[in-house]
């Protein structure tokens, strides 16, 4: 059996253990549930069988909820000092990291799963564009997977849950909102650049169905720095004290 | 499984913790690291179970170095990290299991391993419990029988007696005696009876540096050099004092506070004045009621080297 299974299955059973698991559920369910079928633009509002509405809820829900599922991952065990303990077992660094982004990627999928029926629903409204539906689910997934290799990072670089948490979110916004405010106000090259940087963009043309290589590289661009900064932070105790 | 240490140093910011320390572990010794807190005992601890790496030097298992095959090295040792850090939101048996599964146990040993470690802890009746229910002394069983759980050539013990109560200390105690027959255990400790009680070899360590090496006796005898006695004599105390103080062999006399007629004699580099004593106790008539050697203890051996 893998390493890196081990501790994802240990991460998984301690988010169910400690209810956190179900209390995440159950809200982003409720939320956006909410507002897919009930309040604001809702789907009989913009009177449209698609899952636009969703997506677009959960893309916020998640920004705040995933840093919630990755504060604790390492700086709790940074506290307890269960790191040195996890360490010196027989596994990578990287094993390590791997085993907790994969826990938290398999939450947040129970969490997607679990809105399989808004899926159904709709589609006995009307013709749904089923493209649509799955890059908006893809465009989900990879979306929180940067968050999640995101959130890693901050919780490897504190002891403190809520630094964990804040820097999580603070390191989000800018991918989440920040880069594409600015791009809409500089032009050339930067606009360029802001515009690329911004979360919106790719998830934007992902859940219209268009799924693009650049999107593609840009979520795994992501993923893969995340996770390599969190393992530099563990090995920080390598090379100073 | 033997463990060389050679010319570790492992520095913090500008101070070194661990200060070029060699040394070698033969296979089934049990060797104490004694020394004051923050002496670099936790610090070389932590650099052979490869939690950090040493700003230079080497430690070797068998020839596998730290450097260059870190999985194999962890695999082959059973780690009890300071303060005994746990999961505690964890029942004990899934602990034990999730320990088996990541320390690489196959999967058909793991139920075996969990019975044996849980017999062998004392754990029977916590076993279902989640971790964060039980007491300091189970919490440390737990400690040790995950550290136990794929049966490790070497056992490192980082204070596994430190606050717990005295019963608890001799069971303790007595597990790591038996494990002594068949695995290397390094212990830390800065309690000098446990040192003695369980350890073949004890390393003083004092600023980052091995201060002594040896067996408790030979580190004994290395730093008695002059004779103590303690002698009991039934006469006018000063006239005893006055007598004694001039005999050729002898270096030093105090009387003991609150008892009189006793006295702390210490003689003169290799010489023995208890002929000398007895002779005079004779010649003036008085009693000698009492004459004993004091050993020198292992406290007064490790303030000496500490200080």
Known sequence: MSKVWIITKRELASFFDSLIAYVMIVLFLGLSGA????FGSDVFFINQANMQVFFSIAFWSLFFFIPAITMRMIAEENKAGTIELLITKAVTDSQIVWGKFLACLLLVLIALACTFPYYITISQLGNIDDGAVIGGYLGLILLSASYISIGLFASSITQNQIVAFLAAIFIGVFFHFVFGVVSSSVRGFFGELFNYLSMSTHFESMSRGV??????????SIIAIGVLLSQVALSKRNWQS | MSIVVENLTKKYGEQKAVNDISFEIKTGEVVGFLGPNGAGKSTT???????????????????VSIHSDPEAIKKKIGYLPENNPLYLDMPVVEYLRFSAEIQGVPKSKIPSRIAEMIDRCGLDREKHKNINELSKGYRQRVGL???????????????????LDPNQIVEIRKLIKDLGK????????????????TCDRILIINRGRIAADGTSDTLRSQSQGQELLKVSIEA???????????LANVEKVTPIDGKVGWFNVQSKPDASSRKEIFDLCVNNKWYLMEMTGLETRLEDVFQKLTK
């Open chain 2, 45 to 63: 601890m932590k650099i052979i179970t490869c939690f950090m790496a040493p700003s230079s030097g080497d430690v070797r298992l068998d020839n």
């Open chain 1, 211 to 220: 799924v693009d290589s650049r999107d593609l590289i840009y979520f795994f």
């Open chain 2, 145 to 163: 029988a995950q550290a136990m759980i794929h049966d490790p050539e070497i056992l490192i013990l980082d204070e596994p007696t430190t606050g």
């Open chain 1, 35 to 38: 507002f897919t079928w009930l």
């Open chain 2, 236 to 246: 006018s105390p000063e006239e005893v004092e006055k007598a004694v103080r001039s």
């Open chain 2, 182 to 197: 068949e695995k290397t255990v390094i212990l830390s400790s800065h309690i000098l009876s446990e040192v003695e009680a």
